[in-house]
C-alpha cells in the first residue's frame, strides 16, 4: 500500500506528496495551522478534518482524480482540511479507515463500492466520525453512500459506439466485476442495442484496476476480432485499452474523466463523473448539520454525471447522443440499472 497525506486546502496551490510505509498520521500542525488561515480567508472554517480514501493514484486522470478534485473543491469551499490515502487494496481499506477515525478524523470517504462493507465494520466502533462512501449501498447513523448513474452516460455511450462502427462490432472492458461497474458495461449494451439490436457487444473483465496491460491485451483481442470501438471504464487499467485503440487507429471513449488528452485523434467521447458535485453535497450535509445515513441516488438530471465530446464524433452522432440525454434527464427515456453479469 502507498499513501500519501497532505494538507489541502484553499490558496494551496502546490501539492507536496510524501509516501510512507505507516498508516497515514494526522497532518503536522504548523501545516493546518497554515492552510486552516488560507481556508479562512475563502470560505467559513468548520475546523472539520476529511480524509479520502482511493483505490488507484490521485493523479490518474480518471475515476480517482476526479474524486480527489472533488473532495479538494468542497472541503476548499467549507474550510475544511483534507489528507488522503491512494493505491489502497481491498485488504487494506478497514484498517485506513479505522486510522483516520482513531486520529480523530471527522469525516472518512471512501471512493468506490469496495469501500461500502468496510465502512459499516469500522462506523460501528466510531459513531461519531461520519462516513461517506460513493458507488456503493451503505447506509447505517453514520455512513451514507452517494450512487452515480453511471449507467445512464453509458447508455449514450453505447449508442454513440453503435452509430459509430462499420463492423457491427463493439467492445466494453471493465476491471473487477462489482456492481457499479457491470451496471455500466450493461448500460453501454443496452444503449448499443437500442440502435441497433443485432449489434454485437464483446466484453472484458481485467480483474485489475490499475495494471494497463491486460487491458490492452483484452482490447487487442478484440480488435483481432473486428472490433471497431472500443469503451472501456476500468479506471487506470483501462488506459492500456485507449492504447490499443490508439494503434489500431479506431475509435475509443474515455470514462470518469475527459481522457481525450490520450488520444486526440481517436477519443470520440468522454463519461464524466463529477465527483465535485457529489462531494459537495456529501460535505455540505456534514457542514450544515443535516447529514443522515443513507443512500443517494444522483444522475444526469443532478449534473452528478455528464459526457464531452470530441472533434472526431460526427455531427449526426453527437446530436443524437444529445437527444439522448436530454431524454434521460426529462424522465422520458428510462435507463435500467442492472447488475446482472451478462458474459
Known sequence: MKKIAALLLAGVCALSMTACAAPAAAPAEPAAETAGAAAEEAAPASGLKV????????????????????????????????????????????????DYAAAGYDVVIGHGYEFGDPALEVAATYPDVKFIITEADAASDNVASYVMACEQTAYVEGIIAAML?????????????GDSLVKIVN????????????????????????????????AEAMIDDGVDVIKHCANACGNGAISAAVAANIACQGDSYDQSSFAPDNMVDSALYNLDVVLDIALGTVNDGTFKGEVYNLGLADNAVALSYTKNIPDDVKAAAEDAVKKIESGELEVVRDYTIRN
Open 187 to 218: 448500460g453501454f449494451e443496452d444503449g448499443a442495442k437500442s440502435v441497433n439490436p443485432d449489434i454485437v457487444v464483446e466484453t472484458a473483465w481485467t480483474n485489475s484496476f490499475v495494471d494497463t496491460q491486460l487491458a490492452q491485451e483484452a
Open 165 to 177: 462502427t462499420k463492423s457491427g462490432k463493439v467492445g466494453a472492458i471493465g476491471p473487477l466485476q
Open 51 to 98: 480524509a479520502l480514501c482511493m483505490s488507484g493514484a490521485a493523479n490518474d486522470q480518471g475515476w480517482n482524480q476526479t474524486a480527489y478534485e472533488g473532495a479538494l473543491k468542497a472541503c476548499e469551499k467549507y474550510g475544511m482540511e483534507m489528507t488522503y490515502s491512494e493505491n489502497l487494496t481491498p485488504a487494506e481499506i478497514a484498517e485506513a479507515f479505522a
